[in-house]
């Protein structure tokens, strides 16, 4: 039976992440920050279903939970490239007037704006760049991989942020993994040196070094 990775805490996440390293149970517990090995041992997921977590989260489209989109202005399509109103902001001011026994608004771009259009590059007013906006998907909506790329929402001072998991560390996990990077070289045989060597050495804790140039010719 699999796992439902998305009901994991963020220490059994932890616990996870840390096994793939070196597939060591004992001491991923131990770096996850487990007091005790049994409550990592109940988990026990196995190698291929923590690799599948990870392969998702790193292949994960980013756009299935955070977007950053152009859409039309306001003039894109009006009338003449005139200011367009939508058809809900229309009735709803021509009702105001009404009410306040104003004259109706004026329409020269006309009504039927839409902010799901691309920019119009004709557009004198915004020259075809359209407006930038931030779109965050329905979390409740989200596929599968979203849901495991997903990290949350932090409130901030310019509002909320949508959160990822990290996919550049995620690949590098899973390279670790699969043997794909080495940590250190190794050389085998001794390396023979020609050139001078620099010896430093202090005298007492007050000397001032006393640097010694030695030729491995003798010269």
């Given at each position: 039976?699999?796992?439902?990775?998305?009901?994991?805490?963020?220490?059994?996440?932890?616990?996870?992440?840390?096994?793939?390293?070196?597939?060591?149970?004992?001491?991923?517990?131990?770096?996850?920050?487990?007091?005790?090995?049994?409550?990592?041992?109940?988990?026990?997921?196995?190698?291929?279903?923590?690799?599948?977590?990870?392969?998702?989260?790193?292949?994960?489209?980013?756009?299935?939970?955070?977007?950053?989109r152009?859409?039309?202005?306001?003039?894109?399509?009006?009338?003449?490239y005139?200011?367009?109103?939508?058809d809900?902001?229309?009735?709803?001011?021509?009702?105001?007037?009404?009410?306040?026994?104003?004259?109706?608004?004026?329409?020269?771009?006309?009504?039927?704006?839409?902010?799901?259009?691309?920019?119009?590059?004709?557009?004198?007013?915004?020259?075809?760049?359209?407006?930038?906006?931030?779109?965050?998907?329905?979390?409740?909506?989200?596929?599968?991989?979203?849901?495991?790329?997903?990290?949350?929402?932090k409130?901030?001072?310019?509002?909320?942020?949508?959160?990822?998991?990290?996919?550049?560390?995620?690949?590098?996990?899973?390279?670790?993994?699969?043997?794909?990077?080495?940590?250190?070289?190794?050389?085998?045989?001794?390396?023979?040196?020609?050139?001078?060597?620099?010896?430093?050495?202090?005298?007492?804790?007050?000397a001032?070094?006393?640097?010694?140039?030695?030729?491995?010719?003798g010269?």
């Open positions: 039976m699999g796992y439902d990775f998305r009901l994991f805490t963020g220490k059994q996440r932890k616990f996870a992440e840390e096994y793939v390293l070196d597939l060591n149970m004992t001491a991923a517990a131990r770096r996850a920050g487990y007091a005790v090995e049994k409550r990592a041992k109940r988990l026990e997921p196995t190698q291929d279903e923590v690799v599948a977590r990870l392969w998702a989260i790193a292949t994960t489209d980013v756009n299935e939970v955070v977007q950053y152009r859409t039309a202005c306001r003039y894109c399509y009006g009338t003449n005139r200011y367009q109103w939508t809900a902001e229309y009735e709803r001011a021509c009702e105001e007037a009404a009410k306040r026994s104003w004259p109706q608004p004026v329409q020269s771009g006309g009504v039927g704006y839409s902010r799901d259009r691309d920019p119009n590059p004709a557009c004198p007013e915004c020259k075809g760049e359209g407006k930038g906006e931030i779109h965050a998907q329905d979390t409740r909506k989200m596929g599968e991989g979203a849901k495991m790329l997903y990290a949350g929402v409130a901030g001072r310019d509002g909320l942020e949508m959160k990822t998991h990290d996919q550049v560390k995620v690949l590098e996990l899973l390279g670790r993994h699969l043997g794909m990077f080495k940590d250190k070289v190794e050389h085998s045989g001794e390396i023979a040196s020609n050139g001078p060597t620099l010896n430093v050495t202090l005298a007492g804790a007050t001032t070094p006393q640097q010694v140039v030695q030729d491995p010719q010269a």
